[in-house]
DNA sequence: CGAAAGGCTCTTTTT
DNA sequence: GAGCCTTTCG
């Protein structure tokens, strides 16, 4: 197979180019995998270079197989010895192998960011910090970003400059000693410990070297400082590392991705080769020149022309709601109508969405009209309570020193060791100058020999604690002897779990639950148990959702705008375009953020093919309470040429309703605005009360079920004769009262 | 100690 | 609207 065939002079530029470091900027659908897995295959099939030789790095598990698997077409078998993962993934196999050198314990667990929250909770708590003050959440933020940025605790006191940091330090402090005597690494510390690690031990870091003589990475906009310094000091003796990546579409900010890492990549790297990948493959002309006009409203921005011979296409068409279930309605009808005209198949289409809680309301309206869809990662699989329950069991028995994974299950199912007693265990723990568990098990110990420890406990707790203590015990014993599956079911069924799970009222759901993570389980059962155990756990760690996601499924994609990059699909719907959703309320006061807003929309848009829908609605709830929202400022942001003339829509009738949506509206910044001027009714509206009979223009008569007042406006429920319960607002609808 | 109920605060995006 | 935490009562 020819692997320099079907490339553009560009692409081919980059494939060929595989001395010396070499920045790829590619812009959207500019065929970016391809250039990557082909520069792989060159690598291989043309250089004779071995597949062991080469690292890989990509931003998603996904990815890894996705690109795992053209490899395998491109270059055949061998490509199994490439190293190809995430930043974390391959992070955690360099620290097992030897993060001895720098005291990483290689039977560490990792913790997520749910266990990461919990133990910097517990100690806020400790260090006698109000959680209630400060938010645990800002405090876990902070902790991440110094790690992120290299920072050691002592660095990180050291650096701090104002009463919030020092109190994160002295959190920090303590938490990353709670992270060592649980045996814990957590996602930062992957990547921090192996940087210290490459840093340290210079003679690890020639043994990398030396093996690596080819590296790649994907998404390089999205890098941080750790990841970079990472790749710096890996390439640091050839300096043979491709990076390929796009700012415009750097989403990833808050995870503490610095954009910088590719803007200076030449500076850093100054004899780089830089290959820009302008054509684009993916799009129709009105996608792209739309895509374009909004990014470039960025200030900061490398100026780069996009540019395409594919057709011209539709026009993007930009739809108003009333509320957001109309808008999932809409989406669902109007997926219906492509389909039935044959312009599309489900699995072309794609709903887009700023925050996962968008996400239920569309599947709701999936749900209702019975059409197929898929939803990426709503409530995360391996975030589900009892999925993790059972993982912690699991990383109990594997590692009895993870104090974050004793405090989850000591109690569940409950077995009368309440706050009480572990408060006290803590204390025990804490005077000894023990751990959780060592402490834990000294108590059960003196149940034998009651000379052993002096405690507090009575009998009954005594006893409580020790069965639990032997009953862990036992499960290490028979871990080393049975299979993964055989140890789930001893688990789940001798701790009680499945009896506690399943004597619950919605407790078959989550057996179901408890039943996939089992098979999970069972992918591992023929290795030998310890391996089994550890490939397990990465796994679950390591493993999001969105890798589960299925293209080749004919359903409807619900996604975020998040996971969605690197995808395509002909026809896209992005849903919720308004202030406060895209651009997100939180990035108003803070023009960076809403320039990476900007970018997340531009993500959105060109992962069209032909069809683009922008879908607003008037009023939304959000937490809990129904507010008027404007459309997105980012809309304006779009040539008007390219968009079909607009309307409202409603109530699956696709009718343009009584209101014509001004396009031409003034702009946004006042608060006057957030009902649009033209339809707006210039005579004072009747007053209309409870079982008023009045009339419509085009619903005709009816009767007045409730009113009430919003804003400086008034929402008007009427049961029209025949036609149907409607919502409506005084200054749009033109009721006139009869009768 | 535990179950149930009520009250509270928020939610952006993910390895 | 949901999850989390606290309170309350048995």
């Known amino acids: 197979m020819d692997v320099l065939a079907d490339l553009n002079p560009a692409q081919k530029e980059a494939v060929e180019t595989i001395n010396g470091p070499v920045l790829i900027l590619a812009g959207p659908g500019s065929g970016k995998t391809r250039v990557i897995t082909h520069r792989i295959a060159y690598l291989i099939n043309v250089c004779g270079v071995s597949p062991r030789r080469i690292l890989a790095v990509t931003f998603t598990n996904k990815a890894a197989r996705a690109m795992e698997s053209r490899l395998l077409q491109l270059a055949g078998e061998s490509v199994g010895q490439t190293t190809l993962g995430t930043f974390h993934a391959i992070c955690a196999r360099f620290l097992r192998q030897d993060g001895r050198a720098i005291g990483v314990n290689p039977q560490f667990v990792i913790y997520d960011a749910a266990d990461q929250l919990s133990l910097v909770k517990r100690t806020m708590q400790a260090t006698g910090i109000d959680p209630k003050q400060y938010s645990p959440g800002a405090f876990v933020g902070a902790i991440s970003n110094a790690k992120n940025q290299l920072l050691t605790p002592d660095d990180y006191e050291r650096a701090n400059r104002s009463y919030f940091e020092e109190l994160v330090s002295r959190t920090y402090q303590l938490y990353q000693r709670m992270l060592v005597e649980s045996d814990a690494l957590d996602f930062d510390d992957l990547l921090m410990k192996a940087v210290a690690l490459f840093r340290d031990h210079a003679d690890v870091l020639a043994k990398y070297q030396s093996r690596y003589l080819y590296i790649m990475v994907d998404e390089f906009q999205d890098t941080n400082l750790a990841q970079y310094e990472l790749v710096r000091l890996l390439g640091g003796e050839h300096k043979n590392v491709c990076v390929v990546g796009d700012p415009d579409q750097s989403i990833y900010s808050w995870r503490a991705a610095d954009l910088r890492n590719i803007l200076n990549f030449e500076h850093d790297y100054p004899d780089a080769k830089v290959v820009l990948l302008e054509q684009n493959y993916r799009s129709t002309k009105v996608i792209l020149d739309a895509a374009s006009n909004v990014i470039s409203a960025n200030q900061e921005r490398k100026q780069k022309t996009l540019w395409t011979e594919n057709e011209q296409g539709d026009a993007v068409r930009v739809i108003e709601t009333y509320t957001e279930q109309e808008e999932a309605q809409f989406v669902v009808g109007e997926v219906e109508r492509l389909v039935d005209s044959a312009d599309a198949s489900l699995g072309d289409c794609a709903v887009m969405y700023r925050t996962n809680a968008q996400s239920r309301v569309v599947e709701e309206a999936f749900i209702r009209y019975g059409t197929p869809y898929k939803l990426v990662a709503g409530t ?254 980012f809309i304006d942001d779009i040539p008007k040429h390219l968009v079909a003339s607009p309307g409202w829509w409603r109530d699956g009738t696709d009718q343009v309703a009584e209101a014509v949506y001004s396009w031409n509206r003034t702009p946004v910044g006042t608060a006057a605005d957030a009902i649009p001027e033209t339809p707006k009714s210039g005579k004072p509206s009747p007053e209309l009360r409870t079982g008023d009979r009045v009339a419509h223009i085009q619903f005709g008569e009816g009767i007045v079920v409730s009113c009430k007042d919003i804003r400086d406006d008034r929402e008007v429920v009427v049961a029209f004769d025949g036609q149907g319960v409607k919502r409506l607002l005084m200054s749009f609808a033109h009721l006139e009262k009869v009768g």
């Open 380 to 633: 995360r699989f391996y975030e589900r309570r009892e999925v993790k329950d059972v993982v912690a069991y699991f990383r109990l028995i594997h590692n009895p020193q993870d104090s974050v994974s004793l405090r989850r299950v000591i109690n569940v199912p409950g077995r009368g060791i309440g706050q009480q007693t572990l408060l006290k265990l803590a204390e025990l723990a804490e005077s000894l100058g023990i751990s959780l568990s060592d402490a834990l098990r000294l108590v059960a110990e003196s149940r034998e020999r009651p000379e052993a420890i002096s405690h507090p406990f009575n009998q009954r707790t005594t006893r409580a604690l020790a069965d639990f203590w032997e009953m862990i015990d036992g499960f290490t014993t028979n871990a080393r002897v049975l299979n993964l599956t055989e140890l789930f079911d001893l688990v789940v069924e001798a701790s009680g779990y499945r009896a506690q799970v399943l004597g619950d009222k919605d407790g078959e759901d989550r057996w179901e639950n408890v039943l996939e993570l089992r098979g999970v389980a069972n992918d591992y059962q023929q290795l030998p148990p310890p391996e089994a155990m550890t490939a397990f756990l990465e796994k679950v760690a390591l493993v999001s959702d969105s890798d589960a996601y299925d293209e080749t499924v004919d359903r409807v994609t619900l996604i975020t705008l998040h996971q969605a990059k690197g995808l395509e699909f002909p026809v896209v719907f992005i849903v919720g375009m308004e202030e406060r959703l895209l651009p997100h309320v939180r990035s108003f006061d803070d023009p960076a953020q809403m320039e990476e807003e900007r970018r997340l929309f531009y993500v959105g848009i060109t992962r069209a093919q032909k069809r683009l829908y922008l879908v607003h609605s008037f009023r939304r709830t959000l937490m809990g309470t129904s507010a008027v929202n404007k459309p997105s400022r």
